[in-house]
């Protein structure tokens, strides 16, 4: 069983625009879309005081992957230039110094500058705010991916009405682009791919493609089943 240690309580939300300062906590072998829920393990030292400090604010810190997970002790060099910033929700004191967050992602950050290293990795990061296309490229953009996504839903059923539903009521079509990704995308390098993509047309290509593949995927292990 978790021991809680600390739901975050409910504090003003951070006003995510333009350049803000925020520890790092590097992932190993995950990443996080803006608005998706994660529940991730963290241990090490410079990890755990990022935590802390993030805690000591609004909850608030900049989730990078690292570029190899095998690395115990990194360096900016290892951490992908972009990542998300995400909202601590609840820490679990887990075993021995692992602990377990829950975090929601808020918004996609590029790291411009390392401050400090020490006690963990404090960044200066520039917020990455999403253009919305043109009205007839949003719609046919939309009906794509929502039709993809309904199709790719059917196919796995593993989600319930109630989530489909929650995915395909999305207002904007960035916001529609992350909830279809959370569900669809399974790969690292893909997932990684998509928080990198800061062309939110380009994105949502990216995600129909990622779709297709993994449906025609889909066929053929029915065909051999």
């Given at each position: 069983?978790?021991?809680?240690?600390?739901?975050?309580?409910?504090?003003?939300?951070?006003?995510?625009?333009?350049?803000?300062?925020?520890?790092?906590?590097?992932?190993?072998?995950?990443?996080?879309?803006?608005?998706?829920?994660?529940?991730?393990?963290?241990?090490?030292?410079?990890?755990?005081?990022?935590?802390?400090?993030?805690?000591?604010?609004e909850g608030y810190a900049l989730f990078v992957s690292q570029k190899n997970a095998k690395i115990v002790d990194v360096t900016p060099e290892d951490l992908y230039s972009i990542g998300t910033i995400c909202r601590i929700r609840q820490v679990f004191r887990i075993q021995n110094d692992t602990v377990h967050l829950l975090v929601t992602g808020a918004?996609?950050?590029?790291?411009?500058?390392?401050?400090?290293?020490?006690?963990?990795?404090?960044?200066?990061?520039?917020?990455?705010?999403?253009?919305?296309?043109?009205?007839?490229?949003?719609?046919?953009?939309?009906?794509?991916?929502?039709?993809?996504?309904?199709?790719?839903?059917?196919?796995?059923?593993?989600?319930?009405?109630?989530?489909?539903?929650?995915?395909?009521?999305?207002?904007?079509?960035?916001?529609?682009?992350?909830?279809?990704?959370?569900?669809?995308?399974?790969?690292?390098?893909?997932?990684?791919?998509?928080?990198?993509?800061?062309?939110?047309?380009?994105?949502?290509?990216?995600?129909?493609?990622?779709?297709?593949?993994?449906?025609?995927?889909?066929?053929?292990?029915?065909?051999?089943?």
């Open positions: 069983a978790f021991l809680l240690l600390s739901p975050l309580m409910e504090v003003k939300k951070m006003d995510l625009h333009g350049t803000v300062t925020l520890p790092v906590i590097p992932l190993r072998g995950i990443a996080v879309l803006p608005s998706e829920v994660m529940h991730c393990d963290i241990g090490r030292k410079k990890t755990l005081s990022a935590m802390e400090s993030a805690l000591s604010d918004a996609r950050a590029r790291i411009v500058g390392i401050i400090s290293e020490n006690p963990h990795y404090t960044a200066q990061v520039e917020v990455i705010e999403d253009v919305e296309p043109d009205e007839y490229t949003t719609e046919a953009l939309r009906r794509r991916l929502s039709e993809g996504f309904t199709e790719h839903a059917s196919q796995r059923d593993r989600l319930t009405q109630e989530q489909k539903d929650a995915v395909l009521s999305q207002s904007s079509l960035s916001e529609l682009t992350d909830a279809v990704a959370q569900h669809v995308v399974s790969k690292l390098e893909d997932k990684q791919k998509l928080i990198e993509e800061v062309d939110l047309v380009s994105r949502a290509a990216s995600l129909l493609g990622i779709i297709e593949n993994e449906l025609m995927v889909m066929q053929v292990d029915r065909r051999i089943a």
